[in-house]
């Protein structure tokens, strides 16, 4: 008989991700990563072959190795690993046996994406170079000399990223390493932020850069543009191309086009459009969107808390008429196909892809995942997704699992939203059993149907489990995810409401022993909850937004006046009028639901400061209430990528207070 899932499981868990397929198609390169004795998640490289599925570990040792990436001609794979302290470098290692060689020579800094010259001669990469009073070899002087943590001298906002940390005046930026030398050479800078997408061109003498050429990039309209850089590093801004986001740039393999998704809304800060696939001529001139008449968007983020998946991809066929990428819809992430004439066709369809990595000979690498099954690597060719792997399976088979059940509620005003329900183990429909509602982050953001660890172990604790996709949510198109921009805590409000009343509304649900819970915006809608109504008997708020008054100044991400949401921040009672009626902490009058409040120190998304605000307010009016803090060295994502320890820590802290309040 199945045992329970409960917390520790999380130590047993293979987190599959990033699956890239070989140029022959016969065999799909992929990271794999488990928590080791010491409870570091440890991240290596494997290899499944496509027709027989038989598995091979390429790298090994206690540091990680990821990003694996094919060489064109399939004799190499370059990654990057930390194994050649203080700092990362890229490494190579021959596909028909033998050791891995480390290719540069970085100081210590931080690398980010890179990608083989079609030639297999070069890799173009973003480095970006550690403050000189940060690196190990500063501390180690100051250490011995009895010095302190020196200051940041900040000129600029931007000195800092959620799950990335400080970096003060630091900027990524393009290089092209020589296979041959392992030399290095700066190509290509944007000063003010430093964030890019890139490619080759076909003919490997250079590549194609999308960098903001706006004045002021987090401040100003979207502006990104396209620049053509030589292998000197002479650059060219190619014509035409009008304003707003571009992502995702590639190249097609007959070198006369560039795809790349973004849209041109220029008042759009969180991308709460469409963002759709263009094309432009390689020389530029002129943009086309190939998805003008689809209402889909191709940047959805599908949410689950066990490992990556569902990130925004864009792949050309061989034959340079088709592109592929992924599409969030209803709850999953599908495989899709454009054309270059236009129009966008979906090649999948149910609940199974969460993931689309690159494709070769027919085939498509995929991440697969369902409820009952965390992410493993799978295929897609002659029109079927095939399982290639099976890490997770022996587990699998040794837990009870639920499968959610999927309800269309209706809102007040009409709208009908997507929920799923899932049912403890042992389910007795004459029972009634307490309610738990999740609200998912974002909100522009979409839960997605892969496997999703704090459900499972709300089931077999004895509750009945609510999620849905209200407005705001990404996946049901541009109308039903933008209606809530500037406006949060009304339709969304509407839809989350629906959701908690039609469960509440259920034979097997015990009314009176009902919860609330979500991080993020989520956390945001947990709060807005309990200042809105009593109907709960606790609730669970998670690296939350309380108050946007301090929360748009605190953010990695500041705000700017008349953005995302009206008015500001700062100044006259009449200019942060909207954003302090935008606040939970605006409506605290008569709260008395028991609420664990859940922050990182480390989060620099949504900064600590609003989670203590959140406890502060509780305790000091009497309302049952418990903080749990956990450490600098965690961030935002803390629930889903954060040390294996601290999430079990998590999770067994929710199960604890429910069983106080809802038993």
Not at 34 to 45: C, D, E, F, Q, Y
Not at 346 to 362: A, D, I, K, M, P
Not at 452 to 461: D, I, N, S, V
Request: with cysteine; proline share 5%.
């Amino acid at each position: 008989m199945a045992r329970p899932f409960v917390a520790d499981d999380l130590l047993k868990l293979q987190s599959i991700s990033d699956p890239q397929i070989s140029p022959d198609g016969a065999r799909i390169l992929f990271s794999k990563a488990s928590p080791n004795a010491k409870l570091k998640t440890i991240g290596h490289l494997w290899t499944v072959e496509v027709e027989t599925g038989k598995t091979k570990q390429w790298t090994s040792g206690e540091k990680s190795c990821g990003h694996g990436r094919w060489s064109p001609d399939g004799t190499q794979i370059a990654f990057i690993s930390g194994r050649d302290e203080p700092a990362a470098q890229l490494f190579l290692i021959p596909t028909d046996g033998g050791e891995a060689r480390k290719l540069t020579d970085l100081p210590e800094g931080s690398i980010g994406e890179f990608a083989w010259s079609p030639d297999g001669q070069r890799i173009a990469f973003t480095f970006r170079h550690t403050p000189a009073d940060r690196t190990k070899k500063a501390e180690k002087e100051r250490e011995e000399q009895g010095g302190t943590t020196p200051p940041w001298v900040l000129d600029d906002v931007w000195y800092r990223l959620d799950g990335d940390g400080y970096f003060g005046g630091e900027r990524y930026a393009v290089y092209v390493t020589e296979l041959s030398t392992g030399h290095h050479r700066q190509v290509f800078s944007e000063p003010k932020v430093g964030f890019y997408s890139f490619d080759w061109l076909s003919d490997s003498q250079g590549l194609i850069v999308a960098a903001s050429a706006a004045e002021r990039p987090l401040i100003d309209p979207a502006n990104t543009q396209l620049y053509r850089v030589s292998l000197e590093g002479n650059a060219e801004m190619l014509p035409g191309l009008p304003a707003g986001s571009k992502d995702l740039v590639t190249v097609s393999p007959d070198g006369n086009w560039v795809a790349y998704i973004g849209n041109v809304d220029d008042e759009d800060p969180h991308r709460v459009m469409n963002q759709r696939v263009w094309l432009t001529p390689v020389e530029g001139g002129g943009a086309k969107c190939l998805t003008a008449t689809d209402d889909y968007c191709f940047e959805a983020m599908n949410l689950t808390d066990t490992g990556a998946g569902g990130q925004p991809c864009l792949h050309w066929r061989a034959d340079s008429k088709t592109l592929r990428s992924n599409v969030g819809w209803h709850g999953t992430a599908q495989l899709a196909e454009v054309s270059i004439e236009g129009g966008t066709t979906l090649l999948t369809e149910g609940r199974h892809v969460l993931g689309v990595g690159n494709g070769s000979g027919g085939r498509q690498a995929l991440l697969i995942a369902h409820p009952t099954q965390p992410n493993e690597v799978g295929v897609f060719e002659d029109g079927k997704i095939r399982q290639l792997t099976h890490f997770n399976t022996e587990w699998i088979n040794e837990v009870d699992l639920g499968e959610p059940e999927e309800a269309w509620v209706e809102s007040e005003d009409g709208t009908h939203v997507q929920a799923w329900v899932l049912k403890p183990s042992g389910f007795d429909p004459s029972h009634h059993y307490p309610g738990v509602t999740e609200v998912h982050g974002g909100p522009h953001t979409q839960y997605a149907l892969g496997f999703f660890a704090e459900f499972q172990l709300l089931r077999t604790q004895g509750y009945v489990v609510a999620f849905s996709n209200p407005r705001g949510s990404k996946g049901y198109g541009e109308e039903f995810c933008g209606c809530i921009r500037n406006d949060w805590g009304n339709k969304d409000w509407m839809d989350v409401k629906a959701v908690f009343t039609w469960l509440k509304d259920q034979p097997y649900i015990d009314s009176t022993k009902r919860c609330i819970m979500g991080g993020s915006y989520g956390g945001f809608m947990t709060n807005w909850a309990i200042t809105h109504t009593q109907e709960f008997a606790c609730a669970v708020s998670d690296r939350c937004v309380l108050n946007w008054l301090s929360m748009c100044g605190n953010s990695d991400f500041p705000s700017w006046s008349d953005g995302y949401f009206k008015g500001q921040f700062w100044g006259s009672l009449e200019n942060v009028a909207h954003l302090w009626d935008q606040s939970p902490i605006s409506h605290w009058d008569k709260v008395t639901t028991p609420t664990l409040v859940i922050h990182s120190e480390g989060d620099l998304r949504c900064n600590v400061e609003q989670g203590e605000q959140l406890f502060s307010i509780l305790w000091l009016n009497k309302v049952p209430s418990r903080f749990v803090r956990y450490p600098s060295s965690t961030s935002h994502g803390m629930s889903r990528n954060g040390p294996v320890d601290m999430r079990i820590h998590r999770l067994n802290q929710i199960t604890e207070w429910l069983g106080k309040y809802l038993s």
